[in-house]
Structure formats: C-alpha cells, structure tokens
Nanobody, 118 residues
Framework: VQLVESGGGLVQPGGSLRLSCAAS???????????WSWYRQAPGKERELVAV????????DYADSLKGRFTISRDNDKRTVYLQMNSLKPEDTAVYYC?????????WGKGTLVTVSS
C-alpha cells in the first residue's frame, strides 16, 4: 500500500489549490471501505486534522476553522482522494498529509507542501 500526495505548491493569498492523494495497492472494494482524511502540519506546530470523508455514504467533516473553504472528496474508481482548497490564507501554509484508515489499519502519505505567500 502506498499513498502519494500531489498538487501542492506556492499560491498567493486568496488563491486555490486542489490536492490529490493517489492510493496504490487497494482494490476498488478495499479503497471504498476505508475512511480517508487530510491532515496538515505547519512549521513548529503539531499535525492537525483538516477533513474527513467516511467510507459508506461519503459523509464529510472539517476542522471548524476551515468549513466553507475546503472540500474533501473521493473517487473510488480512481483510488484517489482530493482536497479542494479555496480562499487560501498564509496560515494555511503547511505540509498536507493524506491518511486512510479502517479499524486498526491506517496508512499515511509523505505529504505535499503548500505555501501561501505573496
């Protein structure tokens, strides 16, 4: 199993980015059964939960401070999880990580860096 994040980079305040997390080593059934989430870790800070999307039904939840700006989604056919980030702020600068979990099983990607700066 491998998770690879992509889509990070340098963006100006107010801009948008879409992050992708490509999951290999999953079948359609296993990918679909996992819950998926995005975390981020800013310099000098602890890793924090950004967004979650559940397996069945695809329910979503977000950190309170990010509701309305970030959207998590999943494409089971492509084995990919997305994070659409709009109206980005300098405080959104962080390494963004993808995590998939089911019960006691969990997998992490290595992260993609997002820098919001003018």
């Amino acid at each position: 199993v491998q998770l690879v994040e992509s889509g990070g980079g340098l963006v100006q305040p107010g801009g948008s980015l879409r992050l992708s997390c490509a999951a290999s080593g999953f079948t359609f059934s296993s990918f679909s059964s996992y819950h998926w989430s995005w975390y981020r870790q800013a310099p000098g800070k602890e890793r924090e939960l950004v967004a979650v999307i559940t397996s069945v039904g695809g329910s979503t939840d977000y950190a309170d401070s990010l509701k309305g700006r970030f959207t998590i989604s999943r494409d089971n056919d492509k084995r990919t999880v997305y994070l659409q980030m709009n109206s980005l702020k300098p405080e959104d600068t962080a390494v963004y990580y993808c995590k998939g979990w089911l019960g006691f099983m969990n997998y992490w990607g290595k992260g993609t860096l997002v820098t919001v700066s003018s």
